[in-house]
């Protein structure tokens, strides 16, 4: 890649950086959720604070267990964060059940997360090899409670299916996803386009109501994309918490994410995680 790596400002030594707070699940395996978002964040020189919403029993292979942190727990974990430390930008994933996504409601309404602080709402609804993450009943929970606080939803193609029944399969029916989510509420969607396979770019739709973005990088063949989109919110939140406007803050997030994916490594015997350890490199 001829272009200079994505990056933001880094703190020097003892000063305090900017942070991000993400409230995900915990992924045994290293790959995705809370794990994948500390790792991006920490490489892009911010300080990551995590509210975890249920721990995974999880592998390369898929999803054997979950337990979920009670919704009182969750919320105050984030109320704990933001009152003291205080976050330039939330990121939510796997939020697991609908007591959990109403006590975050009720929370985030009360710290101004979604209308003075930014918030990045990745619609998790399962893991990259199709177990589920969260049950039925939350799915519209987190539509109608949260879908309407984001700043930012990044839903993936299989996310559009459920919320909308709406098939991706090109750029019309990828802008006309963007649109119909936009009704439900966030001020910015992005249909993020990792899992139209066959094609030889991976492109992502940026819509606000008015205008569509194309995002587009070339696809990498690989099937270890474990992760891929909690390294493109987390980035995204990231810049966000710089003070980035959100065309701005995805862009990096997609240059971010497209590293990561082509630098992506086997593990285990299912699905690879995406790496930012390339930054270590230089
Ligand atoms: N094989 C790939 N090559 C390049 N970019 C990819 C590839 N797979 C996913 N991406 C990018 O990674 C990000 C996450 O996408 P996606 O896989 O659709 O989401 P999720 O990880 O939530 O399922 C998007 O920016 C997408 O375009
Ligand atoms: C705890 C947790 N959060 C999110 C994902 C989704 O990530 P992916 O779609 O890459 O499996 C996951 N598998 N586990």
Sequence with gaps: MSAPPPSLPLPLPGDT?????????????????????LRTIALLGVHGCAAVTAVTVQNTVGVSGVHEVPAATVAAQVRAVVTDIGVGAVKTGMLASSAIIEALEEVFGELGIGSRVPLVLDPVAASVGGDPLFSGSAQ??????????ATLLT???????????????????????????????????LVKGGHLRSSPVSTDVL?????FTELTAPRTPTTNDHGAGDCLGAATACALAHGWSVP???????????????????????????????????
């Excluded at 193609?157 to 966030?186: C, K, M, N, W």
């Excluded at 990561?260 to 930012?276: D, Q």
């Design 140 to 149: 519209d929970t987190l539509r109608d409670r949260l879908f309407p606080l």
């Design 248 to 282: 701005e803050a995805v862009a990096l997030g997609k240059e971010w994410a497209t590293r990561c994916v082509a630098a992506a490594y086997p593990l285990g015997a299912g699905h690879g995680p995406v790496s930012p350890l390339w930054r270590l490199l230089g």
């Design 17 to 37: 950086p900017v942070r991000v707070l993400t409230v995900a699940g915990s992924d045994s395996g290293g790959g995705a959720g809370m794990q994948a978002d």
């Design 155 to 189: 839903p993936n193609l299989d996310e559009v299916r459920l919320f909308t029944g709406i098939d991706v399969v090109d750029g019309a029916s990828q802008r006309e996803a963007a649109r119909v989510l936009h009704g439900l509420g966030p001020r910015w969607v």
């Design 207 to 211: 819509h606000d109501g008015t205008s």
